[in-house]
């Protein structure tokens, strides 16, 4: 596992949840709700494929860990 990896809390939801109708992402996090839906059933790999796409979109990676 990378560093990175381990930095990261366990989730990219930061406790903001309203859902953007324009695009359908969280205005918190930047999930879409597929990605918040299936967020618990991801394994390592589908995680850090989301992780790479919210930090690639500028969205904050880091935060507290309740989802």
């Given at each position: 596992?990378?560093?990175?990896?381990?930095?990261?809390?366990?989730s990219?939801?930061?406790?903001?949840?309203?859902?953007?109708?324009?695009?359908?992402?969280?205005?918190?996090?930047?999930?879409?709700?597929?990605?918040?839906?299936?967020?618990?059933?991801?394994d390592?790999?589908?995680r850090?494929?989301?992780?790479?796409?919210?930090?690639?979109?500028?969205?904050?990676?880091?935060?507290?860990?309740?989802?």
């Amino acid at each position: 596992m990378s560093d990175v990896r381990r930095q990261r809390p366990a989730s990219p939801c930061v406790q903001i949840c309203r859902v953007r109708p324009a695009d359908s992402l969280c205005e918190g996090c930047g999930r879409t709700l597929d990605e918040i839906t299936a967020w618990s059933r991801l394994d390592e790999d589908g995680r850090e494929a989301v992780w790479q796409r919210l930090e690639a979109e500028g969205w904050p990676v880091s935060g507290s860990d309740p989802a």
